[in-house]
């Protein structure tokens, strides 16, 4: 097919747009790490800005994970995001799939609950209490439980399930099988794309956890990757506790956003794909 004067134009300036879109979002990555891995000197000589290092060492990583709080922020971080993803997966996949059946007795009340809670929440000041009587506190379930179910999660694994054949059902059921031998052998195997999907949700949320742990944890044994993070970022001109009685640097400034942020980069490549199509198959039906 030949394409005519405003198809070339109209291609064009998409083109354009989506290089300008792609330099907006490269730059600010491109200066963070040229700035992480430049001496300090260097940076203090260009006032600030670094775009292309023309010396290369990585002192600021080093005192970082040697000098710093970042290493044990890095476990706690981890263990909220593992047992945190595990924890909600289970759980949402438990309640989405009998809200997926239509037949299940008071659905229409359930559905309206689950909805309800995206649009209404208890407030601040009442979730805080409930964490403190229940003994959450200063502990990283703090940064699990409060949180373990979305319920914008649950409805997108639910129109999946919905979009499963009924016959897969019926037919497990005359041969015998029971819902929680149906849900686990037959419907949690074809899920696995929309479930990585939800888990790639819950993943995210857990490795950016922030808010609920300025909110519920006062140790800072306990602070995860972020809170530790933006003490580093924050306060740049005095010794800080926090970070063990170091003053980070800008260089280190920048070093802690790559560390925070590399770990997320590299997975998600790996889901990418499970990502789409899980998205694409949970939206048949509405």
Known sequence: MVKGYEDRFV?????????LAA?????????????????????????GFILLPKKITFDAYIKLLTESNIPRAFL??????????????LLTT???????????????????????TMLFSGGLIPTYL??????????????IVPNIIWSFNILIMKSFFESLPEELFESARMDGAG???????????????????VGLFY????????????????????????????EILMLTQQPLESVDNMTPTETMQMASVILASLPIIMVYPFLQKHFTKGMLLGSIKG
């Open 179 to 197: 819902e929680f031998r149906i849900l686990w052998q037959i419907v949690v195997p074809l899920s696995v794309p929309s479930m990585l999907t």
């Open 130 to 143: 409930v964490v403190k009587a229940v003994g959450l506190l200063d502990s990283v379930w703090a940064m």
């Open 11 to 19: 291609n064009a300036v998409v083109i354009c747009i989506l290089a």
């Open 76 to 89: 706690v971080t981890i263990f909220i995001t593992v047992v945190g993803t595990a924890a909600n997966l």
């Open 94 to 116: 438990l309640m989405a799939y009998p809200l997926s059946r239509k037949k299940l007795p008071g659905r229409s009340l359930f559905l309206m609950m689950v909805v309800f």
């Open 203 to 230: 993943m995210v949320g857990h490795w950016n956890e922030f808010f609920q742990a300025i909110m519920y944890v006062t140790d800072r044994t306990l602070f995860p990757l972020q809170v530790v993070v933006r």
């Open 23 to 47: 330099v907006s979002a490269i730059f600010p990555l491109l200066y963070v790490v040229s700035v992480s891995i430049t001496p300090f000197a260097e940076v203090l000589k260009n006032g």
